[in-house]
């Protein structure tokens, strides 16, 4: 078997494996972190919240596309430049919005467990609100150029990019901010907060969440163990790109960034599964909104009147 068709099993089967996990995964996230009231007005799951939307949108739109394109031939984004501008656009905002909702929820970790009062004090719903609202108008902006710069080429019949600028600041950009940006600011401010942590001696007057800590800490790790190694790719491949590659080199390394880039996909799926094993509280919620129909069909014994 040769490299291409195990990249393309792979691709589709880790893929579905994936895109099943996330979906469902993603939306007990969801169903959580909307639905209990703590959760709901804690900064840190707010974050948790946009992020796992935004998490299950990426998954649905590109992992679905890249699983049916690979598998099935079919892609959308040779045939309809609707579909080709509006998913570029759709990734940019999507995956921004993510990444950055990850680090600020390390950042608010490192907020509160701080024993400085007035940066104990940002760490406030009515902020992280309007962070976030910012966060997803600046989003939107930023991704406005792919409805001009994205077309399907005429050779090649493939989505490209038409702009020689905006080719270069694409890669500067990924590497800042979905790359290896979201992943030394989480580490960094990931390191702090357990520094925080061993400093402060009175966290319990503070009322600190150590579960809602360690759910952002394995987050910390999730990103640093998937986006890294895809990262470091990247930078690979920007240095060599003006080298001569023989045949059997290009099919390697296609090989491996396409193996590095499904692997990116975990972090996009598997925030759910990461919070159930670090924090026994949202195994517990996550229980008792799995299980309620049992609650409610539960039928209590009629206690009989004593004469």
């Keep these: 078997m040769s490299l291409v068709y195990i990249s393309e099993q792979i691709t589709i089967y880790f893929g579905f494996f994936l895109l099943l996990t996330g979906v469902i995964g993603n939306s007990l996230n969801i169903l959580i972190f ?22 299950i949108l990426y998954l649905l739109i590109n992992l679905t596309s890249r699983i049916v394109s690979v598998g099935y031939g079919l892609d959308l984004t040779r045939t309809s430049i609707i579909w080709c501008k509006t998913r570029q656009y759709l990734l940019l905002i999507l995956s921004l919005i993510s990444f950055t909702c ?18 104990r004090r940002m760490s406030n719903i009515k902020w992280t609100h309007r962070i976030v609202f910012i966060l997803i108008l600046v989003s939107c902006l930023h991704g406005i150029p792919c409805f001009i710069i994205f077309n399907i080429s005429s050779i090649t019949n493939q989505c490209i990019n038409s702009n020689i600028i905006y080719a270069i600041y694409s890669p500067i950009y990924s590497l800042t901010f979905t790359c290896f940006g979201p992943s030394l600011i989480m580490i960094l401010f990931g390191y702090l907060t357990i520094r925080n942590i061993h400093l402060t001696r009175v966290l319990v007057q503070q009322q600190i969440d150590r ?16 986006i890294t190694p895809y990262s470091i790719n990247v930078v690979y491949i920007l240095i060599t790109n003006g080298m001569i590659k023989d045949t059997n080199r290009l099919i390697i390394e296609n090989s491996i960034f396409t193996i590095l880039t499904l692997l990116t996909y975990v972090y996009y799926s598997g925030s759910c599964y990461i919070f159930l094993i670090s924090s026994s509280r949202f195994r517990r919620t996550v229980k008792e909104k799995i299980f309620i129909w049992r609650k409610r069909n539960q039928i209590n014994p009629i206690q009989q009147p004593t004469i």
């Design 34 to 55: 909307s639905s209990i009231d703590t959760y709901r007005k804690t900064p840190c799951t707010f974050y948790f919240l946009i992020c796992s939307i935004t998490n």
């Design 211 to 226: 579960q809602l800590i360690k759910m952002t800490l394995f987050q910390v790790i999730l990103i640093a163990m998937f």
């Design 102 to 119: 990850s680090w600020l929820s390390s950042v608010d970790q490192y907020f509160v467990t701080s024993r400085h009062a007035n940066l």
